[in-house]
């Protein structure tokens, strides 16, 4: 009699890359970028601040391609300034890395 076991070899969310804090002018478009690895399908999302969570809308762009997980802010403001956390799930895991973004100049 045999038996066959069968596991589950998915890989979990790794960071390749974290995201570094960043500077910028108010004004000034932003990008946040991670490289990240691990089995597919694999979400990605943004929080800033610990509690909004972040979706596609007329200042900012959020992308995943080529294990590289993107959030594009077009014009930098007071009300972009703070800590944004991305978040990466599968189904082997979850992992989260942090940066600060600082918006320095005039806010319009």
């Not at 399908?41 to 007329?58: A, N, Y």
């Not at 080529?66 to 990466?88: E, H, M, V």
Request: aromatic share 8%; proline share 3%; glycine share 6%.
């Amino acid at each position: 009699m045999s038996v066959k076991i069968f596991f589950n070899h998915s890989e979990p969310p790794v960071f390749v890359k974290k995201l570094s804090h960043m500077t910028a002018v108010s004004g000034e478009e932003v990008t946040l970028v991670a490289t990240v690895k691990g089995s597919q399908p694999m979400t990605v999302s943004w929080v800033q601040d610990k509690d909004h969570v972040l979706r596609d809308g007329d200042n900012r762009k959020i992308t995943f391609e080529n294990n590289q997980a993107t959030l594009k802010i077009f014009k930098a403001d007071k009300t972009t300034t703070g800590k944004y956390t991305c978040q990466l799930k599968n189904d082997a895991g979850v992992v989260e890395c942090m940066a600060n973004l600082t918006v320095l100049g005039l806010y319009i």
